[in-house]
C-alpha cells in the first residue's frame, strides 16, 4: 500500500498486492499509468485488480468512483464507494493483451467532478499456457535418392502463441521422434536434412520422420506439439536395363508375312517414369537385313520384326546378339556400373505345307489364229517347296475362260487350243492357271497366262459401205460419178494395200469404168456420152476388191447406179421415186419414221386442246341443294310498286354471273366506272317555297362528307323528312278541325298516276253520293 502526497490538488493512493504502480507528478496531483494482472486466473472470487483513492476522500461517502473504458462494467468493475477494481472473468493475453480504462471521483450530490478524467492501463501478464503448433500437420516433401549427407530436405515451422517478450514461453526448440538414422533437424530453425549418404529409393522409397517443437527452450515444464513429415525418395537414373535371360528363343512358321512380328522381348529397369526408358538394337546376326527391332514406347519392349520372307527349306534357324541401354542415361553414375545389357535371341523356324510356286508371275504366249484345235501353244511350270516335293496338278480357271476355247494338260503344264481361234472375235485371251497339290488338293496358287491371236490373211476386202448413185443421161464419157474405199477386218503388219478392177464378167460391152486411185480408193467412171432413162434405169456395176497380202485375198462388190434427167449443170431433175428417196440422203425408213412423229405431234396438239375446251365449260349455278355458300345475291332494286312491272327481271335471278361480271366496285365512285345514263325524269313542279328541304339535303350532304365512319359511295342514305308547306297540308284527322263534307279532294287528281286511285275514292260527285249514302 502507497501513500502519495500532493500539492493544492486532491491526492490518490492506490494498493495492490499483484501489482507494480509507477507514478509521476503532476500540477494537479499525482498520476498512474498502468496496473499488472496475471491471465488464467483459476479462482472463485473475482480476481483483484487495484484500489483508487482521493486524497479528497474523507470517508463520510461524498464521492463516487466511476470507471470507464474497455470492458468498464462486465470485464472490471469498481466499488464506488471505496475504489477497489476487480476482474469479473477469466482473461487470455492471447485474445487481448492490455485494456485501456479510464477513472474519475465525482461528487455523489452534486455529480460534479473533482479533478480530470484520468487514464490508465491495465496489462495482463503472459503465462506459458499454449503449446507450439506447427504450420502444416502433415508436411510432404521429396528428395533425390542417392543424395550427399546433409541435404536439406525441408524447413518445419512451429508458432507459440505466448509472450515471446516475457519469459521463455514463446522460445520453441526442435527435435526428431521419429525418422533416424535417416534424416536430422536443426533444434533451432527446424530444418531437416539427410543424415545418410546415397539414400536407394530401390531399397526403400517413402520415409515418415516426426518433428516435435517444444517451448520455454526446451526446459522440463514445457508445452510442445509434433508434425509428420512425409519423405519420398525422387527417382535418378542410376539403374542400368538389365535381360532377365541371356538367351531367349522362339518360333516363327515360315509363312510369316513380311513386316510382322515375330519375336518380343522385355528387359527390366529399376527405375522408374522416364529413368526406365530403354532402346534396344541387334548388334549381330547370321541372317543380314533378315530382322529389325524397335522399342515399345507403352511397354518398354523389344518388339522383333521380319524384313524378308522365311523360307524353311533354305534356312531353319536364325541367331541374333540384342544390346538393350538407357534412353537418358545420367552421367553422375556411368561410372560406378555398365549402362548396356545383351542377350542372345534364336529364331526357328517352322515348316509349313505350302503351295505350289510358278518359276513365273506371269506368262505371255502366241498363237495364230488359223492353228488347230489342239495345238499347244505353251506351257506353264510349278513346284512344291516344301521339301516333301508333292506333284503339281494343273487346271483352268474357267471363271477366266467361258467359252472354254483354251486348255492346260493336268500333269505337264501344257496349254492347247480347246476351238478355233478368231483374232476378229478376240485378240486376247487372258485365263489364270491352277497348281494345287495332290496331297492336298486344297493348298493351290494361280498365275495369269495371257495368249495373243496373231492374225493371218483370212479376210477378203469389201466395201467400206453400201454405194448407189445416179448417171444423168446427158452424162460424157470418163466423168467420175462415184468414188468409192474398202476396208478389211485383218491387220497385216505392213498396213493395208488394196487394188480395184471391174470385174472380168462386164468388161465385154461395159459401161462403166473402175480406176484405181492407188491410195486404197478408187472413182468409177462413165464409159460412153450418153445414157438413157428409158432404155435401162439402173445399172449394177461389179468391183473387185483384192489385197496385197498372203495368201490374197478377193471380194466382188456391187454399185448401183440409177440413170437420171439432168440440166446442163448436172443437177438431177427427173429421176425414178428410188433415185429421188437416194439424192435426198433419206432412205424409205427414215421417211417413215420422220411421218410417224408427226403424227404424234398432231394427237398431242388435239389432246391438248380438247382438254382446254373441257375446262372452259360453265359449272351450274348450285352443285347441290346442300352446298349453298357464297350464293346469295343481294340487289339493291327499288321496284316501282305493284303496276311497275318493268323495273324487275327475273332473268337476274337465273344467272347470277351476269350480275356479278356487272357488279360495281365499292372503293371508287360508281361514275368512274360507268359513264352517267341521261334519263328523263318528270319532276313534280317546284314548289315556291322548298328552302327548308334545301337546307336539310346540304346539311345532311355536309355531315356524310365530313364523317370518317360514312359508308362507301356506293350507299344509300335515306331520310325521313316531312317539311311544311305541303300541297295536300297534312293528311292525319288528328289536327283536323273539319268534318268530311268540308274537305275539297278534288286537288288529288292533280298530284299525277300514282294518286289517282285516291281521287277517284275521295273527289268528285261520286264520292260525296257514296259518303252519303
Not at 55 to 61: I, N, P, T, V, W
Not at 237 to 258: C, G, I, M, Q, V
Not at 427 to 434: D, E, F, K, L, R
Request: proline content about 6%.
Amino acid at each position: 500500500m502507497f501513500q502519495i502526497l500532493a500539492g493544492p490538488g486532491p491526492q490518490w493512493q492506490t494498493d495492490s498486492p499483484c501489482c507494480y504502480l509507477p507514478l509521476r507528478r503532476s500540477k494537479r496531483g499525482w498520476m498512474w499509468n498502468q496496473f499488472f494482472l496475471l491471465e488464467e486466473y483459476t479462482g472463485l472470487d473475482n480476481q483483484y485488480v487495484g484500489k483508487l483513492h482521493s486524497d479528497g476522500d474523507r470517508g463520510d461517502g461524498s464521492i463516487r468512483y466511476v470507471l470507464t473504458g474497455d470492458g468498464a462494467g462486465s470485464l472490471f468493475i469498481i466499488d464506488e464507494n471505496s475504489g477497489d477494481i476487480h476482474a469479473t472473468k477469466r482473461l487470455d493475453r492471447e485474445e487481448k493483451a492490455y485494456y485501456t480504462l479510464r477513472a474519475k471521483a465525482v461528487n455523489r450530490i452534486t455529480n460534479t467532478s473533482l479533478e480530470g478524467e484520468s487514464e490508465f492501463i491495465i496489462k495482463i501478464h503472459d503465462i506459458n499456457d499454449n503449446e507450439p503448433k506447427f504450420t502444416k500437420d502433415p508436411y510432404f516433401t521429396e528428395v533425390p535418392e542417392m543424395s550427399p549427407l546433409g541435404t536439406v530436405v525441408m524447413q518445419v515451422t512451429a508458432a507459440d502463441a505466448d509472450d515471446p517478450t516475457y519469459g521463455n514461453s514463446a522460445r520453441v526448440v526442435y527435435s526428431i521422434l521419429q525418422g533416424q538414422p535417416y534424416f536430422s533437424v536443426e533444434p533451432n530453425t527446424g530444418v531437416i536434412k539427410t543424415a545418410l549418404p546415397n539414400m536407394d529409393r530401390e531399397t526403400k522409397e517413402n520415409y515418415v520422420v516426426v518433428i516435435q517443437a517444444k517451448d520455454m527452450a526446451g526446459q522440463m515444464g514445457g508445452l510442445s506439439g509434433t508434425t509428420t513429415v512425409s519423405i519420398t525418395l525422387s527417382d535418378v537414373n542410376d539403374n542400368p536395363p538389365r535381360f532377365p535371360k541371356s538367351l531367349y528363343e522362339f518360333k516363327a512358321p515360315e509363312s510369316t508375312e513380311p513386316g510382322s512380328t515375330v519375336a518380343v522381348l522385355r528387359a527390366t529397369d529399376a527405375d522408374i517414369g522416364r529413368n526406365a526408358e530403354m532402346n534396344y538394337r541387334i548388334t549381330s546376326s547370321d541372317g543380314p537385313a533378315m530382322f529389325d527391332i524397335s522399342t515399345n514406347r507403352s511397354t518398354q519392349d523389344g518388339v522383333i520384326t521380319l524384313r524378308k520372307s522365311l523360307d524353311f527349306e533354305r534356312k531353319r534357324s536364325y541367331t541374333l546378339r540384342i544390346q538393350v541401354e538407357n534412353s537418358n542415361p545420367d552421367p553422375r553414375f556411368l561410372r560406378y556400373a555398365a549402362t548396356t545389357d545383351g542377350a542372345t535371341v534364336k529364331l526357328i523356324v517352322e515348316d509349313v505345307d505350302e503351295p505350289p510356286v510358278f518359276d513365273r508371275v506371269g506368262y505371255v504366249m502366241e498363237v495364230k489364229e488359223d492353228m488347230a484345235v489342239g495345238t499347244i501353244i505353251g506351257s506353264v511350270s510349278a513346284t512344291d517347296p516344301d521339301s516333301s516335293r508333292s506333284p503339281v496338278r494343273y487346271s483352268i480357271d474357267r471363271r477366266t475362260d467361258m467359252d472354254r476355247v483354251l486348255n492346260v494338260h493336268p500333269g505337264n503344264g501344257s496349254v492347247f487350243i480347246l476351238r478355233t481361234l478368231d483374232r476378229e472375235d478376240v485378240a486376247w485371251h487372258n485365263i489364270s492357271v491352277i497348281a494345287t497339290e495332290f496331297n492336298n488338293p486344297r493348298l493351290m496358287s494361280r498365275v495369269p497366262v495371257y495368249v495373243r491371236v496373231l492374225d493371218v490373211n483370212d479376210n477378203a476386202p469389201t466395201f467400206a459401205t453400201y454405194y448407189e448413185t445416179f448417171v444423168c443421161e446427158n452424162a460424157k464419157a470418163n466423168q467420175r460419178i462415184q468414188t468409192v474405199s474398202a476396208t478389211d477386218a485383218d491387220e497385216p503388219i505392213g498396213g493395208h494395200r488394196f487394188f480395184f478392177s471391174l470385174a472380168h464378167e462386164a468388161s465385154v460391152k461395159a459401161n462403166f469404168t473402175v480406176r484405181d486411185n492407188k491410195d486404197n480408193t478408187a472413182g468409177i467412171l462413165t464409159r460412153r456420152n450418153s445414157y438413157s432413162r428409158l432404155q435401162r434405169s439402173t445399172y449394177l456395176v461389179p468391183v473387185v476388191i483384192s489385197d496385197s497380202d498372203f495368201p490374197m485375198q478377193s471380194s466382188t462388190n456391187t454399185l448401183t447406179v440409177h440413170v437420171c434427167t439432168c440440166d446442163r449443170e448436172g443437177n438431177m431433175q427427173l429421176c425414178n421415186q428410188e433415185a429421188l428417196v437416194i439424192t435426198a440422203g433419206l432412205s424409205t425408213g427414215a421417211l417413215m419414221a420422220i411421218i410417224f412423229c408427226v403424227l404424234i405431234l398432231l394427237m398431242i396438239v388435239v389432246l391438248f386442246a380438247a382438254l382446254r375446251r373441257q375446262q372452259r365449260k360453265k359449272e351450274p349455278l348450285i352443285i347441290s341443294k346442300e352446298d349453298v355458300r357464297d350464293n346469295v345475291v343481294s340487289y339493291n332494286d327499288e321496284g316501282g310498286g305493284e303496276e311497275d312491272t318493268q323495273a324487275f327481271d327475273i332473268g337476274t335471278l337465273r344467272n347470277p354471273e351476269a350480275t356479278e361480271e356487272s357488279k360495281q366496285r365499292r372503293d371508287i365512285k360508281p361514275e368512274t366506272l360507268h359513264p352517267p345514263v341521261r334519263r328523263t325524269v318528270i319532276l313534280p313542279p317546284p314548289h315556291r317555297d322548298n328552302a327548308d328541304v334545301r337546307n336539310f339535303i346540304n346539311q345532311r350532304l355536309q355531315e356524310n362528307d365530313q364523317d370518317p365512319t360514312a359508308p362507301p359511295y356506293d350507299s344509300l342514305a335515306t331520310y325521313a323528312y316531312e317539311g311544311s308547306g305541303s300541297i295536300a297540308e297534312s293528311l292525319s284527322s288528328l289536327g283536323s278541325m273539319t268534318t268530311d263534307g268540308d274537305q275539297d279532294y278534288n286537288y288529288l287528281s292533280e298530284w299525277g298516276p300514282r294518286f289517282k286511285k285516291l281521287a277517284d275514292l275521295y273527289g268528285g260527285e261520286d264520292s260525296d253520293s257514296c259518303r252519303d249514302s
